[in-house]
């Protein structure tokens, strides 16, 4: 009687014992029980007196019938009393506790990968940058290793072309003498028979006599004049082979170079009057002093001032033989010097022709040059990068572009070793 409809227990309710009682009334000693509840009983329980049912303890949340029916006397079973009850949830098993879960783990999750996803573009970012910076060094260092490699195949150029040169100098160099001093002893014989012989001669062959003679002075002074060039060209190719026992000292170089550069110019002056070039000095004044040979290291700063004053002259020349062209170009030469770490470098740049890039791989070699014939022998350069490179521990490097500018590029080391073969 009186059973609650749709009962409802919170889930620390979860500890049951059900009690129960018939409504017969006639020898009580022979009522019995039968119960079962559903959902955690498979079979109905055993028949028995007493009218309780056992505890079930820490049932779990969900809907339960607990059905009881009665023996009488006479033997007979009643239809089953019916309770239907439901055990809830607690509050954080619930739909909206589990919603409200689901929302948490999938912002988690959701701000996890984001956070890991910025963290692998940075990674990334980092990485690429690294590896940026590798391909840079890599790239750097490839380059210096081609450089490096460019020198030393170079420098064994330039020790057999050497030897080569000293054999060649020494046995040109006395038939050479000979030529010379006879073209001297002729010139002076011919003038000797002018003024003997000939004048004694008749009217009729003396001035056919001269003529001869002054063709024979003529040839002399060609053969003079060809030979001297040819000795000049010997001895230069005897400097370039030998070793300089010059004396290491403690120089100036911003002296040493601005010295060089106006007696270059100065030079140049004196052979054409009409020349003017614009000069500039840019010197580091941290530099103190280097160690050096003056006077190898002073030819080769001169030889190299020669050649920018004679391309910037060419240039100059050819410009103002062409109507409008040379109108706003100013011969320049321009000489810089830095302190780059443990080394010293030196740049000689002028706004001249350029030079071809044809001819870039060659200008180094002995006997190569682009001047026309009497102006230069080639070995000029040669004879530069020998100093620099053997006799200072040093490279000579060039910069050039064809029609705007060269730029030559000297880098010596700080300290030079006294022991050194110059």
């Not at 002995?366 to 009497?374: A, I, L």
């Amino acid at each position: 009687y009186n059973m609650p409809v749709n009962l409802q227990l919170s889930h620390n309710n979860n500890y049951i014992n059900f009690r129960y009682t018939s409504n017969q009334y006639k020898q009580p000693d022979r009522i019995k029980y039968r119960y079962i509840l559903e959902g955690i009983d498979k079979i109905w329980s055993d028949a028995a007196e007493k009218p309780f049912s056992e505890n079930y303890r820490d049932l779990p949340p969900g809907k339960y019938r607990f059905k009881v029916r009665c023996k009488s006397y006479n033997g007979r079973w009643s239809s089953a009393a019916v309770l239907d009850f439901t055990i809830l949830s607690p509050w954080w098993q619930r739909w909206w506790a589990l919603l409200t879960y689901a929302i948490i783990a999938g912002s988690a999750i959701r701000s996890y990968i984001s956070y890991r996803s910025r963290s692998l573009h940075r990674e990334n970012m980092l990485l690429e940058a690294k590896v940026n910076q590798r391909t840079e060094e890599l790239k750097r260092s490839i380059a210096e290793l081609q450089s490096t490699q460019s020198q030393l195949i170079q420098s064994e150029k330039m020790a057999s072309l050497g030897e080569l040169t000293a054999g060649i100098a020494h046995e040109i160099q006395n038939p050479l003498n000979f030529v010379n001093n006879f073209s001297e002893v002729n010139t002076e014989l011919l003038q000797e028979l002018t003024d003997g012989p000939v004048a004694r001669l008749p009217n009729e062959e003396k001035e056919e006599a001269r003529q001869i003679i002054s063709d024979l002075q003529q040839n002399m002074v060609k053969i003079g004049f060809h030979g001297k060039r040819a000795d000049s060209i010997v001895k230069s190719m005897l400097q370039h082979s030998r070793s300089s026992n010059g004396q290491i000292e403690n120089v100036d170089i911003n002296a040493l170079a601005d010295e060089y550069l106006r007696l270059s110019y100065h030079g140049m002056r004196a052979k054409d009057k009409q020349f003017n070039a614009y000069m500039k000095t840019d010197f580091d004044e941290k530099i103190q002093v280097v160690q050096a040979v003056p006077q190898e290291l002073g030819r080769v700063l001169l030889n190299l001032f020669n050649n920018s004053f004679y391309a910037v002259k060419e240039k100059n020349k050819r410009l103002m033989e062409q109507p409008g062209e040379g109108i706003g170009y100013e011969p320049s030469v321009k000489v810089t010097t830095r302190k780059i770490e443990n080394k010293i470098e030196i740049r000689i740049e002028d706004n001249g022709s350029g030079i071809p890039p044809s001819i870039r791989d060659k200008i180094f070699q002995p006997f190569f040059t682009t001047k026309p014939s009497g102006e230069g022998t080639g070995l000029g350069l040669s004879l530069s990068y020998d100093i620099v490179t053997k006799g200072h521990g040093g490279s000579l490097t060039v910069e050039t572009k064809d029609g705007e500018y060269t730029r030559f590029i000297i880098l010596l080391p700080n300290s030079l070793n006294a022991k050194n073969d110059l």
